[in-house]
Every structure is written in C-alpha cells, then in structure tokens.
C-alpha cells in the first residue's frame, strides 16, 4: 500500500527570492528550487526514487499497526513539486522520496524470505509507479505553453490532476494483485509499470 503526501511550492517572479532565500541580498547566496525542494526532503529524512537504488527491508523503519488487513506492508512518500518563472522562462522540479519513519512491514513476513521478497516487489512497483506520475508531471511542465502566462492556480492543477490520478491508479493495482498476493497481475503490473518509466525516460529526473 502507498500514501502520497504532496508538497506544492509555486514561486513567480515578484516572490521567487522570498521563495528560495532565507537571507537577503547581503546575505548568504539564495537557494536555488532545487535546493528548497531537497531541503524539504533531507528533513523528513526521505529516500529519492532512483533506477540503481531499490526498496530494502531495512527501509521500512516505522511500527506495523496491530491490525493491517490484508497489506503485508505500507510505504509512506511524498511528491514535492516546485515551480518558478526567471524572466519568461520556467523553472521546475519534482522530487518523489520515500519516508521510512512512516512506512513498515509486518514483522513475520522480514522472516520469510519468499513473502519478504513477494511484499517488497510489491511495494517497489508501487513506488515505481508513483514515479511515473511524477515524470507526468514533469512532462506537463516542460510541455507547457506559455506557462509564465499562467496563473498560480493554472500551475498547481497540473500537478493536482496527476496526483488525483496516481491515488486512483495506485488503489487499482492493489486490487488487481490482491496487494500482490496473486503472482501473474502482479507479474503484468510489473512490466506495465516498467514499460511506462522506459517510455517516460526523458522526464527522469
């Protein structure tokens, strides 16, 4: 199972130094969006999406509750997405990361190695596929006309709308592989998801 938790940071040319500098003009060098935005992941202590670096069981630091129905786990992550307008041109980030304060794993399926592996695959592909949302987003930032022309409101629901839409997808997947008990949904989740990172690879971040 998977819980979003979003950050909204929209920045514009009247408030962008507000946005992205705790100092002044005299004081230290103002952060870039990026910056903010790993900030605000560093602090949660957050695990950023990447190809080369998977979930582990040791990643789910948090307490299983005494009833958990039918998840053998729960991976809390957040998707921080950033905005800013530099003259007429806009700059923009998204940043998926995992928090493991607040994701666990049942604690008899970390003694099985076959159910550990089943539940952790599971888990990844859930946040493999809150990945590819994010590059949606990105996508939609990047792809945008004249989005400096925008209002705020316009730049938050293109965010807004793909995160309404990865909430459903993600609720579709645990009901299609039983939360990855049922090996071939889960097997065709796996490739499907895979095949839309591959297919938005130029939106990786």
């Known amino acids: 199972m998977m819980r979003v938790l979003v950050g ?8 962008a130094a507000a946005c992205v500098s705790a100092g002044n ?20 202590g957050g695990i950023r999406w990447a190809k080369d670096r998977p979930l582990a069981t040791g990643d789910f630091k948090g307490t299983a509750p005494t009833s958990t ?4 786990a729960h991976t809390e992550y ?15 980030r998204v940043t998926l990361a ?5 994701s666990w794993f049942v604690p008899e399926l970390r003694r099985s190695p076959s159910d ?18 994010a590059r949606k987003i990105r996508r939609s930032f ?14 938050q629901a293109a965010s807004d709308g793909f995160i309404r839409d990865e909430a459903l997808e993600q609720l579709r997947y645990d009901e299609e592989t039983n939360h990855g008990r049922t090996v071939a949904p889960q097997s065709d989740w796996d490739k499907k998801v895979a095949g839309w990172l591959d297919a938005l690879g130029k939106y990786g971040q």
């Open 8 to 15: 909204i940071l929209l920045c514009f040319v009247a408030t």
């Open 25 to 44: 003009a005299a004081g230290p060098r103002p952060m870039s969006l990026a910056e903010v935005i790993d900030a605000q992941i560093n602090a949660k």
């Open 69 to 72: 129905g039918q998840e053998g």
């Open 78 to 92: 957040t998707i921080i997405s950033g905005a800013r307008c530099v003259g007429r041109k806009l700059e923009y």
């Open 98 to 102: 995992m928090l493991p304060s607040q």
């Open 116 to 133: 550990s592996a089943r539940t952790l695959r599971h888990e990844q592909t859930h946040f493999d596929l809150s990945e590819v949302y």
């Open 142 to 155: 990047a792809e945008m006309y004249d989005p400096c022309g925008q209002t705020e409101a316009a730049l």
